[in-house]
């Protein structure tokens, strides 16, 4: 990049969930800057395949965020390989959406472990060895949840609330140590897994009367927050939600005319 305060070149960045959608765009986004990225999913020929079309120094390493040890495999693989981990993007999510009183054990243990439990995870794995070299950043991506909850997603909202808090709990612990810990709250985002639902013409028009912008968010439009919460250009940032919505968080739309 021209600008080195913005510059993530040479960095090694770990980007779980990271076969499609938003972490498949952050990857991509790191990867033509000059970083080394690693990017880890549950389904090998997935993340192959994602890795070849990313192109740069990609390199696919399996990873299932809900297992302890396979994090730590992961961690292990990573370090031992490339030296280092300079940034941390936890990306990795799931969601089902249904009424509270449908909702079962098993379906909040599958949300929680994969959207909380898994980013705690490897935050601390992650983490553990930036405080032994005293430099490191990691990045969450949490959710237009974290600002109010949508009806119909509770286990959802309540993992992304979660990671919000924890962003700023590790903020705290880890700022003497030389590590910053921020987050990213996306809006309304165009993906192939969302696609079907953004095509629904009553939720498209919802979603541009509460979005400022009048438009759905793409994968790309993460690039340039993550970019700069990896970069120099926020040294002094730590403990942080960015909002990248489109405006989505500044208020509610009234069904009334203005005139």
């Given at each position: 990049m021209?600008?080195?305060?913005?510059?993530?070149?040479?960095q090694v960045v770990l980007v779980s969930g990271?076969?499609?959608?938003?972490?498949?765009?952050?990857?991509?986004?790191?990867?033509?800057?000059?970083?080394?990225?690693?990017?880890?999913?549950?389904?090998?020929?997935?993340?192959?395949?994602?890795?070849?079309?990313?192109g740069g120094r990609t390199t696919p390493m399996v990873c299932d965020v809900s297992d302890a040890k396979a994090i730590d495999r992961l961690v292990d693989g990573a370090v031992k390989q490339f030296g280092r981990i300079d940034t941390l993007l936890n990306v990795a999510g799931v969601n089902r959406r249904m009424k509270a009183e449908h909702l079962t054990e098993a379906d909040y243990d599958f949300i929680v472990d994969i959207n909380l439990k898994g980013p705690f995870l490897l935050s601390l794995a992650v983490g553990r060895r930036q405080l032994e070299r005293k430099k490191g950043n990691q990045i969450n991506i949490v959710s237009l949840n974290n600002d109010r909850p949508l009806r119909g997603v509770m286990p959802y909202a309540v993992s992304k609330a979660g990671l919000g808090q924890m962003t700023r709990a590790l903020a705290m612990e880890w700022g003497p140590g030389g590590i910053r810990v921020n987050a990213i709250a996306p809006g309304f985002i165009l993906t192939?897994?969302?696609?079907?639902?953004?095509?629904?013409?009553?939720?498209?028009?919802?979603?541009?009367?509460?979005?400022?912008?009048?438009?759905?968010?793409?994968?790309?439009?993460?690039?340039?927050?993550?970019?700069?919460?990896?970069?120099?250009?926020?040294?002094?940032?730590?403990?942080?939600?960015?909002?990248?919505?489109?405006?989505c968080s500044c208020g509610n739309a009234w069904p009334i005319p203005l005139e």
């Open positions: 021209s600008d080195e305060l913005f510059s993530v070149r040479e990271a076969s499609r959608g938003i972490g498949r765009g952050i990857a991509e986004g790191f990867a033509q800057r000059g970083a080394t990225v690693i990017i880890t999913g549950r389904e090998k020929d997935s993340l192959e395949e994602t890795a070849k079309e990313i192939d897994l969302t696609n079907k639902l953004w095509s629904q013409p009553v939720m498209k028009d919802w979603a541009m009367t509460n979005t400022p912008l009048r438009r759905l968010g793409v994968p790309a439009d993460m690039i340039g927050a993550a970019i700069f919460l990896a970069s120099d250009a926020s040294a002094f940032m730590t403990g942080q939600t960015v909002y990248v919505d489109g405006g």
